[in-house]
């Protein structure tokens, strides 16, 4: 029982800490910092964190004694975009990731455990005078946040087997903030006439279910499945103009009723931990996201800007994440890990890609490392992402052509307790 109250108490103050999360880019995997200094291979098997059940919750049953841990990833986003006239803009900005988890062993058998974490997010941010501002579309910022908050549990049927589900209570914010520009050659002075703030929120649930197998102590994988969600959300929008003239052509300003009902995808994970010698253990993971059925990302507003439809059309592919990690055991108080991944961006299409998403496929490289004493466990992680050079050409959305060369990076700290 007093393990319990222990529980509640660090997880009440970690809860308040992993409220103002923040995300960049639009899937994330960042919410376990010894995962990140592997690339993330071996996620939900890997058994050195309580972030388990945010991957597969049947790899709970691998930590052995209950506890907490509260962890953050500082991520970096850089991006360099040039259109075919020459101009240039860029993205240069910093985003924490916190995430928050623990677990409490019933038994040897039963095991509960909590999570909050960011599964979705996106950033980008240009200057209001920038090429890509200038645009058809206006793009100025894009900012989108899913944050996940989990309840799970596992039981361990025998020596090999062990299986787990989670039920999710999603919450999802959104903002898209756009210039109202003008073309030349109108009756009314060409340029930005004022833009346009559109922002919804809401609130959904879904499910992540998994199973384990354990070939021995040494070996083991692990096969989950999280469902797709649809966000049902509504907000506000607002219109604001530099001259009431403007109004005839992007309607009057004002404060209007906003709604977008998208789809996050359904992924599916495979991982597998692999003791290869005394010190030496080897991680994989291959993670398949069903990202087909994002054709179009919807936008609904009772203004008459366009029609009030501001829907944008994507339509991404399924993508793959194959990730390979090894963990060296130094001694009983150090573990030093490192590993490399391949992303495949859900974004292959010149045509469909955005100035709001400009995603391409990425390839990780990555380092970490454990430090471990009595009840305390420290984790740091770091990782750097290569992107292949993107482009946006010809958008039916109105896009501005544009060629994109970006990078990440990410630097992770952890902090776990066990009771």
Do not use: C
């Amino acid at each position: 029982m007093k393990n319990i109250y222990k529980f509640a108490a660090v997880s009440a103050i970690s809860l308040m800490a992993a409220m103002d999360a923040n995300a960049a880019g639009y899937q994330l995997n960042e919410y376990s910092v010894t995962g990140l200094g592997r690339s993330f291979a071996g996620v939900g098997v890997a058994g050195d964190d309580y972030s388990a059940l945010a991957y597969n919750p049947a790899g709970m049953t691998l930590v052995k004694r209950s506890g907490v841990q509260l962890g953050t990833t500082i991520t970096q986003v850089r991006s360099k975009a040039q259109n075919q006239t020459g101009d240039k803009t860029d993205m240069d900005f910093l985003i924490p990731l916190p995430s928050m988890f623990g677990q409490y062993n019933v038994n040897d058998k039963l095991f509960l455990g909590a999570g909050i974490y960011v599964p979705f997010g996106l950033a980008t941010r240009y200057k209001h005078d920038s090429f890509v501002a200038k645009g058809t579309t206006g793009a100025r910022k894009s900012e989108l946040e899913v944050i996940d908050f989990n309840l799970s549990a596992a039981y361990k049927l025998d020596q090999n087997w062990s299986l787990g589900a989670s039920a999710i209570f999603r919450r999802i914010t959104g903002s898209l903030t756009s210039n109202l520009n003008m073309p030349a050659g109108t009756p009314l002075p060409a340029g930005t006439a004022g833009y346009s703030d559109f922002r919804v929120k809401g609130y959904t649930g879904t499910f992540n279910i998994g199973a384990m197998y354990e070939f021995n102590e040494n070996a083991r994988v692990g096969l989950s499945y999280r469902h797709k969600s649809i966000q049902k959300t509504s907000g506000k929008h607002y219109i604001t103009l530099a001259d009431p003239a403007y109004a005839a052509a992007f309607g009057p300003a004002g404060k209007y009723h906003s709604a977008s009902d998208p789809e996050l995808p359904a992924s599916i994970i495979l991982s597998g931990y692999f003791k290869t010698a005394e010190q030496w253990a080897t991680t994989a993971t291959v993670k398949y996201t069903l990202w087909h059925r994002f054709g179009i990302f919807p936008g609904k507003t009772t203004s008459t800007l366009k029609g009030g439809n501001l829907d944008v059309q994507y339509r991404w592919k399924d993508a793959w994440n194959i990730a390979l990690g090894e963990d060296y055991y130094l001694n009983d108080n150090w573990t030093i890990r490192f590993g490399t991944a391949y992303d495949q961006s859900p974004s292959r299409s010149n045509t469909y890609r955005t100035n709001r998403i400009p995603d391409t496929d990425r390839v990780w490289v990555s380092l970490g490392a454990s430090y471990q004493k009595d009840n305390y466990q420290v984790d740091f992680g770091y990782a750097h992402l290569f992107f292949t050079h993107g482009r946006t050409r010809n958008s039916p959305s109105g896009d501005v052509d544009a060629k994109y060369r970006s990078y990440s990076n990410m630097l992770g700290m952890n902090f776990q307790y066990k009771f």
